[in-house]
């Protein structure tokens, strides 16, 4: 008997992403169970490098992040400024142009503390981002240099700072 093709790939693939398996056909079709081997019809099987839409590698992390705590916000932004005003008023690039830039990095930083942040795992970079391009858009000294410093801050501090305000361990 010849060959049954149960589904035809809809692709031209290369012969090594098409592998033939044996289907066995089940035991009810035959009129002799004890002959279903020679009985076998091929199917294909495509090896994707890549999973198909709809299936999984694995299952997603099911992690909640907890949602922003204001009053943690709050005492981190004013760390975060005063940080941030000691360290660039220390360099000459900025002039007088000092308490506006880190005006500028409090306010973003302070929205993304209050919207955003949620411990350990998401602290963006895209705050910081937003700070240099703001600072450069307004024609101010320094945006990156400014960022730079804010991003290094964060790093060091934030998820240090949430775990001691909520009691975790970080583990």
């Given at each position: 008997?010849?060959?049954?093709?149960?589904?035809?790939?809809?692709?031209?693939?290369p012969?090594?992403?098409?592998?033939?398996?044996?289907?066995?056909?089940?035991?009810?079709?035959?009129?002799?169970?004890?002959?279903?081997?020679?009985?076998?019809?091929?199917?294909?099987?495509?090896?994707?490098?890549y999973?198909?839409?709809?299936?999984?590698?694995?299952?997603?992390?099911?992690?909640?992040?907890?949602?922003?705590?204001?009053?943690?916000?709050?005492?981190?932004?004013?760390?975060?400024?005063?940080?941030?005003?000691?360290?660039?008023s220390?360099?000459?690039?900025?002039?007088?142009?000092?308490?506006?830039?880190?005006?500028?990095?409090?306010?973003?930083?302070?929205?993304?503390?209050?919207?955003?942040?949620?411990?350990?795992?998401?602290?963006?970079?895209?705050?910081?981002?937003?700070?240099?391009?703001?600072?450069?858009?307004?024609?101010?000294?320094?945006?990156?240099?400014?960022?730079?410093?804010?991003?290094?801050?964060?790093?060091?501090h934030?998820?240090?700072?949430?775990?001691?305000?909520?009691?975790?361990?970080?583990?």
């Amino acid at each position: 008997m010849a060959s049954i093709w149960t589904i035809a790939p809809p692709l031209h693939l290369p012969p090594s992403l098409v592998t033939l398996k044996p289907s066995i056909i089940p035991l009810r079709f035959f009129p002799n169970p004890s002959a279903p081997l020679h009985r076998t019809r091929l199917s294909p099987t495509l090896n994707l490098p890549y999973p198909l839409p709809g299936e999984r590698i694995c299952r997603a992390a099911e992690y909640k992040f907890p949602d922003p705590i204001p009053e943690f916000a709050v005492a981190e932004t004013e760390k975060f400024r005063a940080h941030l005003l000691n360290k660039l008023s220390k360099k000459d690039m900025y002039g007088d142009s000092v308490p506006e830039v880190v005006g500028i990095c409090t306010e973003i930083f302070n929205t993304f503390m209050h919207t955003e942040y949620g411990g350990p795992g998401t602290l963006l970079v895209v705050p910081f981002i937003d700070m240099s391009d703001t600072i450069n858009e307004r024609g101010l000294p320094g945006g990156p240099q400014a960022a730079r410093a804010a991003v290094k801050w964060a790093q060091d501090h934030v998820d240090k700072d949430w775990n001691e305000w909520t009691g975790d361990d970080g583990t």
